[in-house]
């Protein structure tokens, strides 16, 4: 059986399966470290649902998988649901991450990909917790495009009333891409804003590049989404990120099913360009 490293050191375009974010209410670790459970009372289960998910997507794996396919535990910024903070502060969020990468590692997962690295401080807390593990660690960035439509800026979200100063994308990469990883890339961003961002990581990052963009806009109250990037146009897109900036690990987030997934396995190539 060939590895994962073995896969991206032979140029090989590797698939995240499903619509990662669609799908995070039937089993995901997205928002399950400590600081984020207890703030809807469920901090005492810390263990077991991050245990749970693990076994979940195990189980899914072993029932339809006919090919390789390796289980990736989800680590990311995602602040406590009572407050307004873009990302988790506090003095126990770093001691709060690393009992979640171990808690998954323990559960069986073969990689961590560390998810909406979007401010310095809490993405190095992120990505040391996930290396500390010694799994191989993906980077996911999220950005956007600043109000001058030319610069790219960290991502923020929309409906926070106070919105921090403008973070630089680019010193955030700087600095986070000298800690280490396996492969870097974009996530949890606007198709649009996906390839501005890729040019400005690939600045600082010279190692296998990943891509898994928004496609949908989430429609309230219920965890649907509305479809602004069809499938086939979808895949259009990635080709270019692909042959323009050798991005080798794909997929898609928000607003992406199965569909997606699917045209994107038919119409990728399976390697990068030579």
């Given at each position: 059986?060939?590895?994962?490293?073995?896969?991206?050191?032979?140029?090989?375009?590797?698939?995240?399966?499903?619509?990662?974010?669609?799908?995070?209410?039937?089993?995901?670790?997205?928002?399950?470290?400590?600081?984020?459970?207890?703030?809807?009372?469920?901090?005492?289960?810390?263990?077991?649902?991050?245990?749970?998910?693990?076994?979940?997507?195990?189980?899914?794996?072993?029932?339809?998988?006919?090919?390789?396919?390796?289980?990736?535990?989800?680590?990311?910024?995602?602040?406590?649901?009572?407050?307004?903070?873009?990302?988790?502060?506090?003095?126990?969020?770093?001691?709060?991450?690393?009992?979640?990468?171990?808690?998954?590692?323990?559960?069986?997962?073969?990689?961590?990909?560390?998810?909406?690295?979007?401010?310095?401080?809490?993405?190095?807390?992120?990505?040391?917790?996930?290396?500390?593990?010694?799994?191989?660690?993906?980077?996911?960035?999220?950005?956007?495009?600043?109000?001058?439509?030319?610069?790219?800026?960290?991502?923020?979200?929309?409906?926070?009333?106070?919105?921090?100063?403008?973070?630089?994308?680019?010193?955030?990469?700087?600095?986070?891409?000298?800690?280490?990883?396996?492969?870097?890339?974009?996530?949890?961003?606007?198709?649009?804003?996906?390839?501005?961002?890729?040019?400005?990581?690939?600045?600082?990052?010279?190692?296998?590049?990943?891509?898994?963009?928004?496609?949908?806009?989430?429609?309230?109250?219920?965890?649907?989404?509305?479809?602004?990037?069809?499938?086939?146009?979808?895949?259009?897109?990635?080709?270019?990120?692909?042959?323009?900036?050798?991005?080798?690990?794909?997929?898609?987030?928000?607003?992406?099913?199965?569909?997606?997934?699917?045209?994107?396995?038919?119409?990728?190539?399976k390697h990068l360009p030579s």
């Open positions: 059986m060939s590895t994962l490293s073995d896969r991206l050191e032979n140029k090989e375009i590797i698939f995240l399966d499903g619509g990662v974010s669609t799908e995070i209410q039937p089993a995901n670790t997205f928002s399950t470290a400590r600081h984020v459970l207890e703030s809807i009372d469920l901090g005492d289960q810390v263990r077991s649902i991050n245990e749970e998910a693990v076994q979940l997507a195990r189980v899914a794996r072993d029932n339809v998988a006919d090919d390789e396919v390796w289980i990736a535990g989800s680590i990311s910024s995602m602040a406590p649901f009572n407050n307004e903070e873009e990302v988790a502060v506090g003095e126990s969020v770093e001691s709060n991450y690393r009992e979640m990468a171990e808690i998954l590692a323990e559960s069986g997962v073969d990689l961590f990909i560390v998810e909406m690295m979007r401010e310095t401080v809490n993405s190095i807390l992120i990505i040391k917790a996930a290396l500390s593990t010694g799994l191989p660690v993906w980077i996911g960035y999220s950005a956007m495009m600043a109000d001058d439509g030319k610069s790219v800026i960290n991502w923020r979200w929309k409906n926070v009333k106070s919105k921090p100063p403008t973070g630089d994308f680019e010193e955030l990469v700087k600095v986070t891409a000298k800690l280490g990883g396996d492969a870097a890339g974009i996530m949890h961003s606007q198709v649009r804003d996906t390839e501005p961002a890729l040019e400005v990581m690939s600045r600082h990052w010279s190692g296998p590049k990943l891509a898994y963009a928004e496609t949908g806009a989430l429609e309230k109250p219920k965890w649907n989404f509305k479809e602004i990037c069809t499938p086939e146009k979808y895949s259009e897109v990635v080709k270019g990120w692909i042959s323009r900036h050798g991005v080798q690990i794909v997929g898609g987030c928000c607003g992406t099913g199965p569909e997606h997934i699917r045209i994107l396995k038919e119409q990728l190539p």
